[in-house]
């Protein structure tokens, strides 16, 4: 969900329990212009963890909305909060959220393309990526216009790309490496 989608449901959660902005702040122990911003749509990974403590729901759900994700969403981990921004540039994400942290790490992020969504979040104790672990254990496969174009793109934008395009099931597909490690293949449908 979109901040300004957040900030909306923050909202309409907080009407329903009767409460003004001002109530919110005090059982969140934020500001009064804090929600304000919330509900407009900007607001810090602290804030909404406040705000979700205030309105007794886990921070997944207050970010969730049933309607606008596909019914499988993979979710990658990363440890650098660079490599977000890399994605974007690189593989032409759009991005749908992106809740920056301590140091610069997106706690949780959203890239969309056409109608797939990939969550980002930030490696914790028990996550690792290829690179932290020298293994692969798997890949993200992506429907694109055009693969040969989109590989020249991704490589002038610095992508590692680890297999050239080439035809394989109706696809000309190629692979691409991000920063951490993880394997992107990028095709498109052969005519």
């Not at 900007?42 to 886990?58: C, K």
């Not at 974007?88 to 749908?96: S, W, Y």
């Not at 610069?104 to 914790?124: D, K, P, T």
């Amino acid at each position: 969900m979109s901040q300004l989608g957040i900030g909306k449901k923050v909202r309409r959660l907080r009407e329903r329990k009767a409460w003004t902005q001002e109530h919110l702040a005090q059982a969140a122990d934020i500001s009064l212009r804090t929600v304000q911003r919330a509900e407009d749509g900007v607001m810090s990974a602290e804030t909404l963890s406040a705000l979700a403590g205030a309105l007794d729901l886990p921070v997944e759900e207050l970010s969730y909305d049933e309607e606008a994700y596909p019914a499988i969403t993979p979710f990658l981990f990363y440890e650098q909060g660079e490599t977000f921004d890399w994605l974007v540039k690189a593989f032409g994400f759009t991005v749908r959220m992106k809740v920056p942290g301590p140091g610069g790490v997106v706690v949780h992020g959203e890239l969309a393309h056409r109608n797939g969504i990939v969550m980002v979040g930030a490696a914790g104790k028990q996550d690792v990526t290829p690179k932290m672990a020298g293994v692969r254990t798997h890949g993200l496969y992506v429907m694109v216009d055009d693969a040969e174009a989109h590989c020249a793109a991704a490589r002038a934008a610095g992508a590692k790309i680890v297999a050239e395009p080439a035809d394989a099931h109706g696809h000309r597909r190629y692979t691409a490496e991000d920063p951490e490690g993880n394997n992107w293949m990028f095709a498109s449908v052969l005519d």
